[in-house]
T-cell receptor
Framework: DAGVTQSPTHLIKTRGQHVTLRCSPI?????VSWYQQVLGQGPQFIFQ???????GRGNFPDRFSARQFPNYSSELNVNALLLGDSALYLC??????????????FGPGTRLTVL | RKEVEQDPGPFNVPEGATVAFNCTYS??????FFWYRQDCRKEPKLLMS???SGNEDGRFTAQLNRASQYISLLIRDSKLSDSATYLC???????????FGGGTRLMVKP
């Protein structure tokens, strides 16, 4: 079975531009979460979606937005890029069941460089 | 203060050694706990969940101390392939959103 897939794998943008990152969850998973990992740090939560509804939002500016589609795939959009947005963007999928042990599985990430 | 804190290391150990990592978390309402492993420039992968009673998976043992709000990971008989960054992760049950520590880097040498 295919795992979580993300596209593109690498991306180079300049300050002020806009970027869209895409994620396809594991088949049967209904929840998608997005994380940002800056070099040398642990991943930081950005958004979580379940059944197309936003379930949670981390401490990120409004330049960051996301959505989930009927097939459970998801997009993360970042507007007005800053140098500090350079990071590995990770998508994680899970079944979305309630409870504490809804394991999240990560995709390979999109490495964004902002020049 | 960070919500989840780890010693960044690196821990340099010889093959066959036993190594232990600790992690502390600040939110006493945290519900579930995990250790993820991350290889260089790769995605995090779940190593093990950490249950209240502690759990063991082969050479790996995880313990949880709720009173002191810390989590530990013990690796016995270290292999070269154990070299990676180990991420301590806490779920505060606010919709299954994970909070990661900064990671502890382990380097196992021949």
């Amino acid at each position: 079975d295919a795992g979580v897939t993300q596209s593109p794998t690498h991306l180079i943008k300049t300050r002020g531009q806009h970027v869209t990152l895409r994620c396809s969850p594991i088949s049967g998973h209904k929840s998608v979460s997005w994380y940002q990992q800056v070099l040398g740090q642990g991943p930081q939560f950005i958004f979580q979606y379940y059944e197309k509804e936003e379930r949670g939002r981390g401490n990120f500016p409004d330049r960051f937005s996301a959505r989930q589609f009927p097939n459970y795939s998801s997009e993360l959009n970042v507007n007005a890029l800053l140098l500090g947005d350079s990071a590995l963007y990770l998508c994680a999928s899970s079944l979305g069941v309630s409870g504490r042990w809804d394991t999240q599985y990560f995709g390979p990430g999109t490495r964004l460089t902002v020049l | 203060r960070k919500e989840v804190e780890q010693d960044p290391g690196p821990f340099n150990v010889p093959e066959g050694a036993t190594v232990a990592f600790n992690c502390t978390y600040s939110n006493s309402a945290s519900q579930s706990f995990f250790w993820y492993r991350q290889d260089c420039r790769k995605e995090p992968k779940l190593l093990m969940s950490v249950y209240s009673s502690g759990n063991e998976d082969g050479r790996f043992t995880a313990q949880l101390n709720r009173a002191s709000q810390y989590i530990s990971l013990l690796i016995r008989d270290s292999k070269l392939s154990d070299s990676a960054t180990y991420l301590c992760v806490v779920n505060n049950n606010a919709g299954n959103m994970l909070t990661f520590g900064g990671g502890t880097r382990l380097m196992v040498k021949p």
